[in-house]
Each structure stands twice: as structure tokens, then as C-alpha cells.
């Protein structure tokens, strides 16, 4: 698969991440709960997908820029984590719904450091 491809799918997946967490925080910040959300489970599988498309399409790039896992150097932990905290992330409004507030705000500036460890590799 070609790296223009991997980027595209890469991004999609980050869009789609990010409309499912949006919408759950939405619903959460609304009133709502876990129990009376309609768009749950659509939600969930579109996290989860989008989820995996990041990780597979993240994984791919990397191989084409010639990177082995053996060779992952800081920034990609670093992205790795921060997908992981991701993946949990549409949990945490359910269980703590005071979170939503905070997430709203702290969801895209995780996700701008995830951009700024691709785009500069810091370490």
C-alpha cells in the first residue's frame, strides 16, 4: 500500500475517531447516559474501527519509511500511549460524567501532540 494511501486512511481514521468521541461527549454533557444513549453502540463500533484503522495504517507508514518495531524510537511510544488513552477515552464521560468538560478541551490538544510527535520526532 502506498504511503499517500496509509496517510489518507491514517487521518480518516483520526476524523472518525474524534466524530465518535464528539458525540459521546455531547450526549454526556446533555444529561445523557450510557443507558438512554441511542447512538451507543453505532458510537462504539465507529471508535473502535477507527481505532484500529489508526493503529494498522500508523504501523504501515512507519514500515514504509523503513522503521522496524525493534527500532521504534521515543516519539512513537509516545503516539502509541496516546492512542491507547484514546481507545479509553469514550468510557470515561459514562463513568466520571464530570470529565466531559475537561475531555472537550483535552481531547484535541492530546490529539495535536500526537501531530506535533509525528511532524517534529522529538526524541
Given at each position: 500500500?502506498?504511503?499517500?494511501?496509509?496517510?489518507?486512511?491514517?487521518?480518516?481514521?483520526?476524523?472518525?475517531?474524534?466524530?465518535?468521541?464528539?458525540?459521546?461527549?455531547?450526549?454526556?454533557?446533555?444529561?445523557?447516559?450510557?443507558?438512554d444513549?441511542?447512538?451507543k453502540?453505532?458510537?462504539?463500533?465507529?471508535h473502535g474501527?477507527?481505532?484500529?484503522?489508526?493503529?494498522?495504517?500508523?504501523?504501515?507508514?512507519?514500515?514504509?519509511?523503513?522503521?522496524?518495531?525493534?527500532?521504534?524510537?521515543?516519539?512513537?511510544?509516545?503516539?502509541?500511549?496516546?492512542?491507547?488513552?484514546?481507545?479509553?477515552?469514550?468510557v470515561?464521560?459514562?463513568?466520571?460524567?464530570?470529565?466531559?468538560?475537561?475531555?472537550?478541551?483535552?481531547?484535541?490538544?492530546?490529539?495535536?501532540?500526537?501531530?506535533?510527535?509525528?511532524v517534529?520526532?522529538?526524541?
Open positions: 500500500m502506498s504511503y499517500f494511501l496509509l496517510s489518507v486512511l491514517h487521518i480518516l481514521g483520526v476524523l472518525f475517531l474524534f466524530t465518535a468521541l464528539g458525540a459521546t461527549l455531547m450526549h454526556v454533557l446533555n444529561g445523557g447516559t450510557k443507558e444513549n441511542p447512538w453502540k453505532p458510537l462504539s463500533i465507529i474501527v477507527s481505532l484500529l484503522v489508526i493503529l494498522l495504517a500508523g504501523l504501515g507508514i512507519l514500515i514504509a519509511w523503513g522503521i522496524k518495531p525493534s527500532q521504534f524510537e521515543g516519539w512513537v511510544w509516545a503516539k502509541i500511549v496516546i492512542w491507547a488513552f484514546f481507545g479509553a477515552a469514550i470515561l464521560p459514562y463513568k466520571v460524567p464530570q470529565s466531559a468538560k475537561l475531555l472537550m478541551f483535552l481531547l484535541p490538544l492530546i490529539g495535536g501532540l500526537a501531530v506535533f510527535l509525528a517534529y520526532k522529538p526524541f
